[in-house]
């Protein structure tokens, strides 16, 4: 079964600055589906970036600074710049063959 | 508008069975794509994936869970149905019940319910 494992645990950045956040899977997922949410206190998860390994799509409503990237076993969402909004709990999802793994999480906090 | 609310025990004792129940609207688990997925978080910790039902009444479980899930439907109820057996202490945590729309985002949850916190405790 893979293993999604997200790094770091916490990122500790001021507004306006890039967050790099990666997911790093334990087997190469070149024909299945990787996915972000974020999660804020109290607050079911929220829909961020969708797609097949190497594509991603913003769901509706998410701002542009927000993207996905990666393929095989890397893959790496960045919010290109902190909103106050955006600090949160990240996690990455992938889905194959009708199984669907969260990764642990990382916590983006204002440093 | 879409949406899904959880509702079922707010505690369970150990050995119990758990029964949750999503009641959804906005959307129809007979129209062609249409999945409901049940996913747990215990407090502090990550999202684990349970069970999904799709419009064709298909069933996929958790592999380390399966022996103890049960997912159901009621499309007429626009509900869906999760039994988990044999409750420990570690399955304290928050279920979540979330939409998958297999003809719009294949593989991920738009939508989730708020959650219901379960505690076992005897």
């Known amino acids: 079964e893979i293993v999604l494992t997200q790094s770091p645990g916490t990122l500790s950045l001021s507004p306006g600055e890039r967050a790099t956040l990666s997911c790093r899977a334990s087997?190469?997922?070149?024909?299945?589906?990787l996915a972000w949410y974020q999660q804020k206190p109290g607050q079911a998860p929220r829909l961020l970036i969708y797609?097949?390994?190497?594509?991603?799509t913003r769901a509706p409503g998410i701002p542009y600074r927000f993207s996905g990237s990666g393929s095989g076993t890397d893959f790496t969402l960045t919010i290109s710049r902190l909103e106050p909004e955006d600090f949160a709990v990240y996690h990455c999802?992938?889905?194959?063959?009708?199984?669907?793994?969260f990764g642990q999480g990382t916590k983006v906090e204002i440093k | 508008q879409v949406t899904l609310r959880e509702s079922g025990p707010a505690l369970v004792k150990p050995t119990q069975t758990l029964t949750l129940t999503c009641t959804f609207s906005?959307?129809?688990?007979?129209?062609?794509?249409?999945?409901v997925s049940w996913i747990r978080q215990p407090p502090g910790k990550a999202l684990e994936w349970l069970a999904l039902?799709?419009?064709?009444?298909?069933?996929y479980y958790s592999t380390s869970l399966r022996t103890r899930l049960t997912i159901s439907k009621d499309t007429s109820k626009n509900q869906v149905v999760l039994t988990m057996t044999n409750m420990d202490l570690v399955d304290t945590a928050t279920y979540y019940c979330?939409?998958?729309?297999?003809?719009?985002?294949?593989?991920?949850?738009?939508?989730w319910g708020q959650g219901t916190m379960v505690t076992v405790s005897s």
């Open positions: 979330a939409r998958l729309d297999r003809g719009y985002i294949q593989g991920a949850f738009d939508i």
């Open positions: 906005g959307f129809s688990l007979s129209t062609s794509g249409m999945c």
């Open positions: 039902i799709d419009w064709e009444d298909d069933k």
């Open positions: 087997q190469s997922v070149t024909s299945s589906y």
């Open positions: 797609g097949a390994s190497g594509a991603s």
């Open positions: 999802q992938r889905y194959d063959r009708s199984l669907w793994t």
